[in-house]
């Protein structure tokens, strides 16, 4: 048996960490749940160790045989160790694997990741973690939604987002975070605790009589 630590590279330039495992003639990939975040400082570089070495310690274990008995991650493992980014990512590829998610629906959450991405990179956020998620956080990215992203549209380009995209793009958001709260990754949703003027409201259409 050989067992190899490969990483493989993510959209928002992280890293996720997996198990090459060959044997028997037979080749296998084992996902761990860990990524390499960029080290820009003593609190990323301190992640990526510690990231790297429960790698390390479950490739010893797969050497060992001892798969079965393997401990899963806790969710607050993972939370403090998955970047939003990657979360986001990997609900997006849950929903397009599903097969029962519209196109349409499948390009809106993408549409919701970019603009994330658009802010947190503005703001030096793009390590942040589920752990590290609050109201200061989606207080600043609904801020941004509303006057701080251009569209990058060919027909729009350049302009603040429709009141009803902006609408659309924060319940997505919200629809998310409900999800991963579900399964207990994290232990609140952050939008929860902003109040009606804080989120972007539904416009009011009005109608010919």
Same mark, same amino acid.
């Given at each position: ?17 997996y198990?090459?495992? &060959? ?13 390499l ?12 160790k510690n990231?790297?070495?429960?790698a ?12 079965a ?9 993972? @939370?403090?160790s998955?970047?939003? *980014?990657?979360a986001?990512?990997? &609900?997006?590829?849950?929903?397009? @694997?599903?097969?029962? &998610?519209?196109?349409?629906?499948? %390009? ?14 503005? $703001?030096?956020?793009?390590?942040? %973690?589920?752990l ?5 956080f ?6 941004f ?11 729009n ?13 924060? $319940? ?21 605790? *902003? ?13 010919? @009589?």
């Amino acid at each position: 048996m050989s067992i190899e630590i490969r990483t493989r590279n993510l959209r928002n330039g992280n890293k996720s960490l997996y198990l090459d495992i &060959y044997e028997n003639g037979k080749r296998r990939y084992e996902t761990l749940n860990l990524y390499l975040v960029p080290e820009i400082d003593d609190d990323t570089k301190r992640q990526n160790k510690n990231a790297m070495a429960k790698a390390v310690a479950v490739k010893s274990e797969r050497m060992l045989g001892i798969e079965a008995e393997a401990k899963p991650l806790t969710n607050k493992e993972i @939370a403090a160790s998955k970047t939003l *980014l990657d979360a986001i990512d990997e &609900y997006i590829s849950e929903k397009e @694997a599903a097969g029962n &998610y519209s196109k349409s629906g499948i %390009r809106n959450i993408k549409q919701m990741r970019h603009i994330m991405s658009r802010y947190m990179e503005r $703001n030096h956020l793009t390590s942040t %973690r589920l752990l590290e998620l609050d109201k200061k956080f989606v207080l600043g990215y609904v801020d941004f939604l509303r006057k701080g992203y251009l569209s990058e549209s060919s027909c729009n380009n350049g302009e603040i987002l429709a009141p009803s995209t902006q609408h659309m793009i924060q $319940n997505i958001f919200n629809t998310f975070l409900k999800a991963i709260h579900r399964r207990g990754t994290i232990p609140s949703n952050p939008m929860d605790r *902003l109040d009606s003027r804080e989120r972007i409201a539904k416009p009011i259409v009005m109608r010919d @009589a």
